[in-house]
């Protein structure tokens, strides 16, 4: 009887979900981790994120890794695939593809690294284009078309944690 590779799924791939799946690997050479992510930016620096805004030219310079290094110590990815539904009694997890066509993946352990989302205050207007939270590549991206456009003048920050304040 041949032994089944044990199937690893982590959905999130930033510093949680690819630690997770680096350690893994270490410990069990055989598990190939199938890492699940959202957006296209598996490993990117999220603290790099406001100096993106100010000293990092390049925007792939905000990868911890690229995605050829991290295939090379045996991650495989989803990219752009957001988890939708967990079916623990089943061991399968439902993502949607950038089609958002649902497909289903099977697994023996799951962990999910999805991180927190920003707090929204109740302030009116905070959905209204020209007004942005900063926890994503999408994010920053965005931020930054808006600040280089010519028709920028001024910006305003809400909130001076270390986060506004870097
Ligand atoms: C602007 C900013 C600056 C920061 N600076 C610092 C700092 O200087 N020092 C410090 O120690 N910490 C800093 N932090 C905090 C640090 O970035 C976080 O603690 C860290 O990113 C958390 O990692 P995580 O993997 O848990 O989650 P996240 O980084 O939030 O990643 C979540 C992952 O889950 C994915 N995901 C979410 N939902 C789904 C879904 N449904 N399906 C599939 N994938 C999904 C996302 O695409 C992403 O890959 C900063 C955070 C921000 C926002």
């Known amino acids: 009887m041949t032994s089944q590779r044990h199937r690893l799924v982590i959905v999130g791939g930033s510093d949680a979900g690819i630690a997770a799946g680096l350690r893994a690997q270490q ?4 598990i190939e981790p199938l890492v699940v992510v959202a957006d296209a930016y598996p490993n990117f620096s999220i603290c790099g994120l406001p100096f993106y805004l100010s000293e990092t030219p ?11 290094d991290l295939e090379a110590a045996g991650l495989r990815f989803r990219l752009d695939h957001a ?4 079916d623990a009694d089943r061991h399968t997890l439902t993502v ?4 958002s ?9 799951l962990i999910v690294g999805t991180g927190a989302v ?6 009116d207007g905070l959905d209204t284009p020209g007004v942005h939270v900063l926890h ?6 965005a931020v930054h078309d808006r600040i280089t456009l010519p028709s920028t003048r001024t910006a305003i920050i809400v ?3 270390y986060i506004g304040l870097e």
């Open 136 to 141: 994503s590549m999408d994010h920053v991206f």
């Open 58 to 68: 390049d925007w792939r310079d905000l990868a911890h890794r690229s995605r050829s």
């Open 83 to 86: 988890a939708s539904q967990i």
């Open 96 to 99: 949607r593809d950038p089609d």
């Open 27 to 30: 410990l069990d050479p055989s």
């Open 159 to 161: 909130g001076v944690g």
């Open 118 to 123: 920003p707090a929204r205050p109740p302030i």
């Open 101 to 109: 066509d649902e497909r289903v993946i099977g697994y023996d352990t």
